[in-house]
């Protein structure tokens, strides 16, 4: 069973960064074989693609809305994605998701439904 622990979340003002977490976690779990992105979802809202990248961290794609600001990496001998937001906006404001999926393609998978373990999340409050 795999788990994914996020943390960094928390309050920040307008224009303000900061840089999430995401620790996975398993039983003969080979973090290096999966495809690790983060989703967010606001009050009333669907949940939204944030960013994905790749098993081997060579590369990421972004949704529009955070291209520029938000940039992800990955330690795979610590197990960890990070997402790092700066140029924060009161509309990012959101419970971020972090995502694992076991693919070592480079095809950017978007959509939640691929993704096999998910963790429960970090608040986000952007205050204007």
């Known amino acids: 069973q795999v788990q994914l622990v996020e943390s960094g979340g928390g309050l920040v003002q307008t224009g303000g960064s900061l840089r999430l977490s995401c620790a996975a976690s398993?039983?003969?779990?080979?973090?290096?074989?999966?495809?690790m992105a983060w989703f967010r979802q606001a009050p009333g809202k669907e949940r939204e693609f944030v960013g994905v990248i790749t098993s081997s961290g060579g590369s990421g794609y972004y949704a529009d809305s955070v291209k520029g600001r938000f940039t992800l990496s990955r330690d795979n001998a610590k197990n960890t994605v990070y997402l790092q937001m700066n140029s924060l906006k009161p509309e990012d404001t959101a419970i971020y998701y972090c995502?694992?999926?076991?693919?070592?393609?480079?095809?950017?998978?978007?959509?939640?439904?691929?993704?096999?373990?998910w963790g429960q999340g970090t608040q986000v409050t952007v205050s204007s």
């Open positions: 995502a694992a999926d076991r693919y070592t393609g480079t095809y950017y998978r978007t959509q939640p439904r691929v993704y096999e373990h």
């Open positions: 398993g039983r003969s779990f080979s973090f290096s074989m999966y495809t």
